[in-house]
Structure formats: structure tokens, C-alpha cells
């Protein structure tokens, strides 16, 4: 074919994002893959996000407490964190977890899903995360499997989370029937495994807080590490110091390690503690009052729902995203068109934020091009200049759920 005839059969590929014909980068990465929907209430959702102090005109960023296991928001933290940290200048906000905490974690995570974007878009900053026990492993969770929250997260700092589960839970279960938590805190929970599957996300630093005197969260402080975090256990600075799982709560060592990693960038530094706290027993700044309100209570009340929880035979089925086979799959379209100059315009739409890149391969020629990167007008006309009756095929790659390949073309047909 002579030279002219190649110069008139050019095929001209561009993608566009959400129809687009092109798109920039920028307009990709400003609506992000916000991962599994929260199929709770949305009414509800709002209901237990609570925040004190004005989160858009506060010099420090806001900071989410989740409380752990058949507690609440005000016997974990009102006369502790929350006072103290609002003393500091922090917005405080605190999420209710259902039924007390009680229910199935893939229901009560979303409670936190929802807590972390609504502060972060109202403070338009990103949010640090202070969790104890349950509430440290949710904590912990929403940033690992909601793709857009790393980007909202600051610090996630836990208190005694069961993060490798606990042998607590499988004493419990043992006998075949337990609150549906206790088989989801179990080390070999199909929810621990699929944590303990999935890569750090990039972005957040963590901290995990651990006492050696650790009655639930067993065996101590080994189940309360975290991979990837600082792990610091509170008598490795004041050797034999009395804190057990629920007073890890309103620890003054505890609080100083969270502090710090609030207050410097990174993850807590041990070196940096202040052995002089450790003649310290409460929270600097702790409201006494409230605290001899809450404190006669809190543990007999966490224990007693426990205790009233209904028992199941099982653990739950897992779900999205925890289960990404239950992940419905990105549904994304490929649509065609020929330009009067003879070039063929290929377009994707549907979810292609989920798309990673894409493979064109024309006749056994084949030739990536990364959505990620900017595609001009006349992008790979030299390489895709081929002779007339050429045929086309597109593939695109997923970045959910596990980067399945689904192909959108076979044999586009040339112009």
C-alpha cells in the first residue's frame, strides 16, 4: 500500500471520562471510587455523627471518636478525650455506634464510613481517628477498604484493638453459639482474614496502643498489634502499670501517645514520651465530674449488653467490600465513532473511575495507554497507523475487585 493510502487510515484513540471525548487527569481524581455503598439508613447515619465546636473556623483538625463494644460515645470519651482535646483547641466529634456496638461490624463500619467524609467535607480538612477496642478496629477498617477515604484521613489511633482477633472470642464461640461479634473478634474470623489480606492503604499513619494487663483483647498486648503501625504498649514506658482494657480509655500514658501522634506528623514516637507522666494516672484536663457520673456504670453496662446480645450459631456472610466476589462489578461501556477524516473516536462511560488503564491491541500489535496519563488529541496515531482493513480490539482493566479484566471490545472494526 502506498504511503499516501497510510496517511488517510489513521486511527485516532482517545479516552474520555464519563462520556467525554477527553478528559483531564484533574476531573478523575476529583470524583473518586467511593467504594461498597452503605445500604444503612441514611437518616441514621446522620443521627450518630455529634460534633462539638465549629469544625470550618477550628486552628486544629477535627478529631473522630469511635467507641468499642457495648458502650457509647459518652461513657468512652465525655469526661476523657473529649474534654481534654477540646480544651486543645481539637474539634471533637464522637459516632454512635448501633445497638451499642453489638450488631454485625460490617453494619456498624459504615457508621464510621459516613462520620469520617461528613467531617472531613465540613471541616474541608483531613480527620484524625482515635478508637478503643471494637472501635479501633473500625477505625482502623474504613480507611483500608473505602478507596476515598485515605485521601480524608490523617492519624488512626487505637486502644487495645483486637486487630489480630482475640482468643477471648474463641473461648466464647466455642461452645457453637455467640453474639455475632464474638464470631466476627475471633483470630480465625473470615473478617480478620480478609483484613489481614489487604495492603495498607497509602496516606494515613497508625498508631496502635496495647496494655500488657489486657483481660479481652487476648493474648496481651500481641493480639492489640497492628502491621504497619507504631506499636507502642503501655508498661514498655512505665513498666507494671496498672491498665486494663476498659481504663485504657482515660490512661494518662495512653493519651499522652495519642496526643503526640496528633500533634506531630507520622505515627506516635515513643522516644519522645515524657517519663514524668507516668506519675500521672488520669488524662490532663479530664472532667472529674463527669468521670465519677460515668465511671460506676460504664463497664457494668458494657458487660450487661454483651451479656443480653442475642447468640447465632455462625459468623455473618461477608459482604462488600470485605468480600469483593459480593462487589457488583464496575459496569463500564464502550462507545464508537467514526470521524469524517476517517479516524475511529473511542469513548468509555459508566464507572470508569474503577478503570485502571486500558490495552489497545490492533491486529497482534499491542499497545497500552494508562488512563491515569493525559491522552491528546492525536494520541497514538504513529503507533496505531496501520493499513486499511486493520482491526481494533480494546481491553480495560479494574481497579475493583481484584483487578479483573473485563473486555469492552473485540474486533472494533476500522473506519
Known amino acids: 500500500m502506498r504511503a499516501?493510502?497510510?496517511?488517510?487510515?489513521?486511527?485516532?484513540?482517545?479516552?474520555?471520562?464519563?462520556?467525554?471525548?477527553?478528559?483531564?487527569?484533574?476531573?478523575?481524581?476529583?470524583?473518586?471510587?467511593?467504594?461498597?455503598?452503605?445500604?444503612?439508613?441514611?437518616?441514621?447515619?446522620?443521627?450518630?455523627?455529634?460534633?462539638?465546636?465549629?469544625?470550618?473556623?477550628?486552628?486544629?483538625?477535627?478529631?473522630?471518636?469511635?467507641?468499642?463494644?457495648?458502650?457509647?460515645?459518652?461513657?468512652?470519651?465525655?469526661?476523657?478525650?473529649a474534654h481534654a482535646l477540646a480544651a486543645l483547641g481539637f474539634p471533637v466529634c464522637t459516632v454512635r455506634l448501633p445497638d451499642n456496638g453489638l450488631v454485625d461490624l460490617q453494619r456498624s463500619i459504615q457508621y464510621v464510613v459516613h462520620a469520617i467524609r461528613e467531617a472531613a467535607r465540613i471541616s474541608e480538612r483531613k480527620v484524625s481517628l482515635i478508637g478503643h477496642s471494637q472501635g479501633a478496629l473500625l477505625a482502623t477498617y474504613a480507611p483500608?477498604?473505602?478507596?476515598?477515604?485515605?485521601?480524608?484521613?490523617?492519624?488512626?489511633?487505637?486502644?487495645?484493638?483486637?486487630?489480630?482477633?482475640?482468643?477471648?472470642?474463641?473461648?466464647?464461640?466455642?461452645?457453637?453459639?455467640?453474639?455475632?461479634?464474638?464470631?466476627?473478634?475471633?483470630?480465625?474470623?473470615?473478617?480478620?482474614?480478609?483484613?489481614?489480606?489487604?495492603?495498607?492503604?497509602?496516606?494515613?499513619?497508625?498508631?496502635?496502643?496495647?496494655?500488657?494487663?489486657?483481660?479481652?483483647?487476648?493474648?496481651?498486648?500481641?493480639?492489640?498489634r497492628l502491621n504497619g503501625a507504631s506499636n507502642v504498649v503501655i508498661q514498655d514506658l512505665c513498666p507494671a502499670r496498672p491498665v486494663e482494657h476498659f481504663v485504657l480509655v482515660a490512661d494518662a500514658v495512653a493519651y499522652a501517645v495519642a496526643l503526640d501522634a496528633l500533634t506531630h506528623r507520622g505515627p506516635a514516637d515513643p522516644s519522645r514520651f515524657r517519663p514524668a507522666t507516668c506519675l500521672q494516672a488520669l488524662i490532663p484536663g479530664a472532667d472529674l465530674a463527669q468521670l465519677a457520673v460515668v465511671a460506676p456504670h460504664a463497664i457494668a453496662n458494657a458487660i450487661a449488653r454483651l451479656s443480653a446480645a442475642p447468640a447465632v450459631d455462625r459468623e455473618p456472610m461477608l459482604r462488600c467490600p470485605f468480600d469483593v466476589g459480593d462487589c457488583p462489578t464496575p459496569q463500564v461501556r464502550l462507545t464508537r465513532r467514526c470521524t469524517s477524516a476517517g479516524r475511529l473516536r473511542i469513548a468509555l462511560a459508566g464507572d470508569v473511575d474503577a478503570v485502571r488503564d486500558v490495552d489497545f491491541k490492533l491486529d497482534r500489535r499491542r499497545v497500552r495507554r494508562d488512563v491515569s496519563e493525559p491522552f491528546a488529541g492525536r494520541v497514538g496515531a504513529r503507533v496505531l497507523r496501520r493499513a486499511r482493513g486493520s482491526r481494533l480490539r480494546a481491553v480495560v482493566y479494574l481497579d475493583r475487585p481484584r483487578s479483573a479484566r473485563v473486555i469492552l471490545a473485540r474486533s472494533l472494526p476500522r473506519c
Open 4 to 81: 499516501a493510502d497510510l496517511r488517510r487510515v489513521t486511527v485516532t484513540v482517545a479516552v474520555a471520562i464519563v462520556g467525554l471525548a477527553m478528559a483531564a487527569p484533574a476531573a478523575r481524581a476529583e470524583t473518586p471510587d467511593m467504594g461498597a455503598a452503605l445500604t444503612e439508613s441514611p437518616q441514621a447515619l446522620e443521627r450518630a455523627l455529634e460534633c462539638r465546636g465549629a469544625l470550618r473556623r477550628a486552628e486544629r483538625p477535627p478529631v473522630l471518636l469511635v467507641h468499642g463494644t457495648g458502650s457509647s460515645p459518652e461513657e468512652s470519651f465525655s469526661f476523657g478525650y
Open 144 to 224: 483500608y477498604f473505602w478507596p476515598d477515604l485515605p485521601a480524608k484521613v490523617e492519624d488512626v489511633i487505637g486502644l487495645a484493638g483486637p486487630y489480630r482477633g482475640t482468643t477471648g472470642a474463641d473461648a466464647a464461640c466455642a461452645g457453637g453459639a455467640c453474639p455475632v461479634i464474638g464470631w466476627q473478634f475471633r483470630t480465625g474470623s473470615k473478617l480478620s482474614a480478609a483484613f489481614r489480606d489487604k495492603p495498607p492503604p497509602a496516606g494515613p499513619t497508625f498508631t496502635a496502643i496495647a496494655t500488657a494487663f489486657d483481660e479481652l483483647v487476648l493474648p496481651a498486648p500481641q493480639a492489640a
